[in-house]
């Protein structure tokens, strides 16, 4: 009963969570979050991590798959963290986001990162018994971009904003999820912020791309903490001016967008579907931007966006509040939050996930 009381909070409260032998069923959770997380609760695990990297050895960081801008900022937030207090510290990263390149490039010209980021095989020869690994930007060991980091390390701490999954991490040491934050980058500069550390312009502009990714340009997710911590990074450098020029997509992104958008099915009169069956997408970061644009015509109030990976399909939604696509990909084995939620359906042919996500979202208007 416990472990179902902690499961409703971290996924934002509103909803009765029933916990049959570890199994979850969830009833409600469908309105909108309000920032009401307690700055003693921040202190407190500015704190506490504080502890456990002055107690560790080395420190190592791994994020979702496809790093983005605010899994990426969480990293290096975190990086300078524990370099605050001399401590060895590796970014594990796996297969990097077209959309970061320019940003990692930049990092890795300054002397400070320039052996930060490693891969999987440098883990084992770097780790000690006395490690400590950080996830961050998720807490779903299949969301990972290596999976099988989690078995190789017995402290792990988890800082994410995503609403708790069922199969999330559960042996972490701490496990600090707000879903009221609007990214993981704001959570972990709050605490460099109390703790009074100084970052570099490239960290700060870093961090602030992070939040600027994760609110569309502080419209989306923003509270009174997300502008004092915007107010913290610009103190230390960030520009938003010169980070949106990193944000920039170039020309050709820009077409398969258009081409995606023409192929989009509206039902229910008020949400659109895209399907990529051209396989112009290599990965979740284009149909991610295409489910944002389709927000922006008149009438729409979520949208679902599917392309081919390796192994199955991808789905990426986006909702302007009205509807909850959280619980709608949830349903198809996915989560996130009530207006951005990704899935990933395995071993399926795109008539299929199209059917499955219909069912799914019919299943979720009936019981509005």
Request: with cysteine; proline share 1%.
């Amino acid at each position: 009963a416990k472990m179902a009381v902690d499961m409703a909070l971290s996924r934002g409260g509103d909803q009765v969570v029933i916990n049959d032998s570890g199994n979850y069923e969830f009833f409600g959770g469908k309105s909108k979050e309000i920032e009401k997380r307690s700055k003693v609760r921040s202190r407190v695990m500015a704190q506490t991590i504080k502890e456990i990297i002055k107690h560790a050895d080395k420190i190592f960081i791994i994020g979702h798959q496809l790093f983005d801008f605010d899994c990426l900022a969480a990293a290096i937030g975190i990086t300078v963290f524990a370099r605050s207090m001399d401590k060895e510290v590796n970014i594990v990263t796996k297969r990097i986001n077209p959309s970061i390149e320019e940003f990692i490039k930049k990092l890795k010209e300054d002397e400070k990162y320039k052996k930060v980021f490693i891969s999987f095989d440098e883990v084992d020869k770097r780790r000690t018994q006395n490690s400590v690994l950080f996830v961050v930007d998720t807490q779903r060991p299949c969301y990972l971009d290596i999976p099988e980091m989690i078995s190789n390390f017995d402290k792990i701490v988890v800082i994410d904003h995503h609403r708790r999954a069922v199969d999330w991490i559960e042996n972490a040491l701490i496990s600090w999820t707000e879903t009221y934050a609007s990214s993981t980058s704001e959570l972990i500069a709050e605490i460099l912020n109390y703790e009074g550390i100084r970052l570099s312009k490239l960290e700060a502009d870093l961090m602030m791309a992070g939040i600027m990714v994760d609110t569309k340009g502080f419209i989306k997710n923003t509270g009174v903490r997300t502008f004092e911590v915007a107010t913290f990074l610009r103190e230390n450098g960030a520009e938003p001016q010169y980070i949106k020029e990193f944000l920039k997509e170039d020309f050709e992104t820009y077409l398969i967008k258009q081409k995606l958008i023409e192929n989009t099915e509206i039902i229910n009169g008020n949400i659109a579907i895209a399907v990529d069956n051209m396989n112009l997408c290599e990965n979740n970061v284009i149909i991610a931007k295409v489910a944002d644009e389709l927000l922006n015509i008149k009438g729409i109030d979520a949208s679902f966006v599917l392309c081919s990976s390796q192994d199955g399909i991808l789905i990426s939604a986006r909702s302007n509040g009205s509807i909850n696509v959280q619980l709608i990909l949830e349903k198809l084995g996915g989560g996130g939050h009530l207006d951005t939620a990704g899935a990933k359906l395995i071993n399926v042919s795109f008539e299929e996930a199209i059917e499955i996500l219909k069912n799914a979202i019919s299943q979720y208007i009936s019981q509005v």
